[in-house]
């Protein structure tokens, strides 16, 4: 008899610490379910195999209860029984940056290597879309394997569920789609007629779309337990279906047949985001907008600020504290998986992905002020002087204006460089502080005179990836910059910019002469979605809020001007409402702030939005008059080229997709729309969500960033762009509704030639990497020993163009007393070839993985050879 194919059924459990219900709810079963599939590994010869959802946070929250089973885990992990990693926490791609996902792999790794040989296989069965950089980091990682779900149609290139996937650079894996999802084999019945009536529809499926005809039938679903008659199901099975062969496999047996046909697979690049077939929640970035934004900074301020000061201090000869930062990014990575930080969760659940990013967020400020205080207080101390150090985090000089507090008890100071030469700064406003707040042993000893806290504004140049540092004499005059006095306008050397009556702006870029008109305009409308997707209402009613009265003022303070923008949105309270028209009873106010530094192309925005209404989504508008057809965004370690507007939709009821491929997307730093001259680019500060939209005319010219939604539920059935049951399960979550107040910030970067000419991804990467200061008086609240005081004032690391490759991370190596750098190419298109110069002595110069094991023995000193478009580089450095 031929067979038809071969069914490999592999036992497993898809853990969501989290969803619905909370983590610890969750590892109660875990502590349950690890038994009975030890227990089963260990006494039945025939139940060969048990895959651990590829993550090793459920072993963590395992054996923080029952330490005294790391050992039973061990030996069923070296067995290759038990089946553990690759990742810590099975990561979104599409929501955390490239830098998370690595490290989400490599302490994933490192946990699995403690117990034995980890699956070497990119796992991700439920993860919503996939970038197109994975492969690229799988390969980093010696993995050219993955397996997936969601995001998957014809229109990628193949209709197979077998095919070899690269991203640009050419990093290539070799993936099996899970058509039907990782749950198909959960609970299977021991009756014929019942096994029949469920796979008769998924075997065509399956065997339909496979190459190999070697197909997977994953015994597992959510949180599930061992199946503890899977043998008599197989017997079943093999009665009902005697054309096919059954077997209990690991995966990596499915992938020995798929690449001993690898000349019969198609080849395919690109992220899979498409939700033909299955859900992949593409407007999922804005939900929770609270969340997602302490999610990007928590991100930012780890890998552009602490690391690379860490890595600073660590050459001066401080500690690095590998241990501190292994635990925040734990924490945060905690948050990575895709319903956590989808936010798709109930609100108690949210709670705690909150505290746990507060948690991270407060250690690494807390760190990166430590070191700040290291480097300050070993510096030589001049007599009577403060000091005011600046700190610079990317790999070139950097002179800008920097807004920073002093703290001082003076009513006038003076501020100088090391040869004593004046510098000119301008007090912006100043307060009064009570001593003790600034060191308890002051008011002890009966001294209440009080300090006082001046915001200041400084021009000033910093060295690459270092510092410099200046003196601050008190009671002497310095050198105070006056306010310009100016017309109701706000201009520098780049733009000229006036706020119109209704609280938008008109920005004249002087390089491109272009002008952009009625920008910040604000764009309310309906959400009648849930915690996966944004949905219109059936009976859309869109308000903007040049419908209503604006406050503005503009005040010019020394270095820069500053315009404010103040009005109140009148909407309706909720759907029901909006639907009916019949009230506009409810409000969201925005407080925006617009600055406009000198010698700045950044025009940074603040908007503070208060919003106290229901069933909502709010979008802040930049009209171009780019109408191309194409927005280019960045990913991971690299950009994106998307199409601005899909045919699908057109089709998209008629063929039936599970939801509307509407063109909104994700962007981890900028967007840009550009027409080959000039272009208008949106960096942002955590803000993940946009689409290129006809705000004036008909045609796609105007970015529209999401700054918020609210919807009530989590999960929601028949919603206009996405018919049928509801995603998850239908619960109320009012706390998404996203009452109060929350601050989004963005900047706007005008700029000639196209992205990479213009080195926006630089750029885009210095906007969330502020130049960092750190004032040194003689008081503490909480002491520390100071050693030898030798360290330069000023000092530089290394130093690189800002064109070509951008720096993505500067860490020490996890094993070795060396350097880990690592850079990306952003193009999409076309090589580049470039190199760092370190001040220090470097004794070797090695290229390795992601995983910070050697790939090449010997390369040229402090070059990066050929990097090819959108690849990253690391290199180990050893001084």
């Given amino acids: 008899m031929t067979t038809t194919s071969r069914v490999h059924i592999t036992p497993h459990m898809h853990w969501d610490r989290e969803w619905y219900f909370t983590t610890e709810e969750s590892r109660i079963l875990l502590l349950n379910n690890m038994e009975e599939i030890m227990t089963r590994l260990e006494t039945d010869p025939d139940y060969k195999y048990y895959v651990l959802d590829g993550q090793t946070a459920l072993l963590e929250d395992y054996f923080a209860i029952k330490p005294e089973h790391k050992e039973r885990v061990k030996a069923l992990v070296q067995a290759d029984k038990l089946i553990v990693g690759p990742w810590y926490s099975q990561t979104d791609t599409m929501q955390v940056s490239g830098e998370s996902i690595v490290r989400n792999m490599m302490y994933g790794l490192r946990d699995c290597l403690e117990l034995g040989n980890p699956m070497k296989i990119g796992y991700l069965p439920d993860s919503f879309s996939m970038s197109s950089q994975l492969p690229m980091i799988y390969n980093g990682f010696g993995i050219n394997r993955t397996m997936f779900w969601r995001g998957c149609s014809e229109r990628h290139g193949t209709n197979k569920t077998e095919f070899l996937w690269q991203s640009n650079d050419g990093s290539e894996v070799t993936a099996q789609v899970l058509p039907l999802g990782y749950a ?176 991270a967020d407060d250690m690494a400020t807390n760190l990166i002020n430590f070191y700040k205080r290291k480097i300050v207080d070993h510096m030589p101390a001049r007599e009577g002087c403060d000091k005011l150090a600046f700190f610079n985090l990317s790999p070139y000089v950097r002179e800008e204006v920097i807004n920073t507090t002093i703290t001082i008890r003076a009513q006038e100071f003076s501020i100088f460089d090391d040869e004593g030469n004046q510098v000119e700064y301008f007090i912006q406003d100043q307060r009064e502080i009570d001593p003790g707040k600034i060191d308890r042993q002051i008011v002890h000893y009966g001294n209440y005179d009080p300090f006082i806290e001046y915001d200041i504004q400084i021009n000033q140049m910093v060295p690459a990836m270092g510092f410099t540092t200046l003196h601050i004499q008190a009671n002497e005059e310095g050198r105070v910059k006056v306010a310009a006095q100016k017309d109701y306008l706000m201009e520098n050397e780049f733009y000229r910019i006036d706020v119109n009556s209704n609280g938008t702006l008109n920005i004249f870029d002087k390089e491109t002469k272009e002008t952009f008109e009625q920008v910040l305009r604000l764009e309310d409308g309906s959400d009648d979605g849930d915690e996966y997707d944004y949905s219109p209402s059936r009976e859309e009613w869109l308000i903007h809020s040049d419908e209503f009265t604006a406050e503005k003022s503009i005040k010019h303070e020394g270095y820069q001007s500053v315009a404010s923008i103040k009005l109140r949105m009148q909407v309706p309270t909720n759907l029901e409402a909006r639907e009916s028209r019949s ?297």
């Fill in 184 to 359: 198909i084999g959960k609970y299977l019945p021991e009756d014929e007629e019942a096994l029949r009536s469920r796979l008769d529809t998924y075997f065509k499926v399956l065997e339909t779309a496979s190459v190999t005809k070697d197909i997977l039938l994953p015994n597992g679903h959510d949180q599930m337990p061992i199946q503890n008659n899977i043998f008599e199901v197989m017997d079943t099975l093999r009665s009902a279906y005697p054309d096919r062969e059954f077997m209990m496999s690991r995966f990596e047996d499915v992938f020995e047949k798929i690449e001993g046909m690898r000349d019969q697979l198609d080849t395919i690049k690109g992220e899979f985001n498409d939700g033909k077939y299955m859900r992949v929640h593409r407007s999922i970035s804005s939900t929770r907008m609270d969340i997602k934004l302490i999610h990007a900074e928590v991100e930012n301020k780890i890998v552009n600020i602490l690391e690379p000061l860490a890595s600073i201090a660590w050459t001066l000869g401080f500690e690095y504290h590998h241990g501190l930062i292994e635990k925040m990014w734990k924490e945060s990575m905690k948050n990575h998986a895709h319903d956590s930080i989808g936010c798709c969760c109930s609100d108690k659940v949210h709670a705690e992905i909150l505290n746990r990013y507060i948690l």
């Fill in 583 to 879: 009230n506009q009873d409810a409000f969201v106010d925005m407080d925006c702030q617009v600055v406009l530094k000198q010698g700045s192309r950044r025009i940074e925005v603040r908007m503070e939005m208060d919003n106290q209404a229901d069933d909502h989504r709010v979008r802040v508008l930049i009209p171009t008059k780019f109408v191309t057809d194409t927005v280019v965004a960045d990913n991971q370690f690299g950009v994106i080229t998307r199409p601005t507007n899909d045919p699908a939709m057109e089709v998209w009821e008629e063929e039936k997709w599970k939801e509307a491929p509407i063109p909104i997307y994700q962007l981890m730093n900028f967007a840009a729309l550009e027409n080959g001259t000039s272009g208008m680019a949106v960096m942002t500060n955590g803000l993940r969500e946009f689409e290129v939209i006809a705000s004036h005319s008909e045609q796609r010219d105007t970015l529209a960033l999401t700054l918020f939604r609210g919807v009530g539920v989590l999960g929601k059935e028949n919603l206009l762009t996405r018919p049928g049951r509801p995603s998850g399960i239908k619960i109320p979550t009012p706390d998404s509704q996203t009452r109060g107040k929350i601050v989004c910030e963005f900047a706007l970067f005008g700029f000639a030639g196209n992205h990479i000419d213009a080195n926006v991804m630089a750029e885009a990467r210095d906007n969330v990497t502020p130049i960092q200061c750190y004032n040194k008086i003689p008081y503490n609240a909480m002491k520390l020993n100071v050693g030898e005081q030798n360290l330069p004032l000023t000092f530089s690391l290394l130093e690189k163009e800002k064109k070509g490759t951008v720096l993505s991370v500067l860490k020490k190596a996890e094993d070795s007393d060396a350097l880990i750098l690592r850079v990306y190419n952003p193009a999409e298109v076309g090589e580049v070839e470039d190199g760092v110069s370190f001040t220090q002595n470097v004794m070797m110069w090695s290229e390795v993985q992601m995983d910070e094991k050697a790939l090449a023995t010997e390369t040229q000193v402090e070059r990066f050879g050929v990097v090819a478009p959108c690849q990253a580089k690391s290199f180990k450095v050893t001084f």
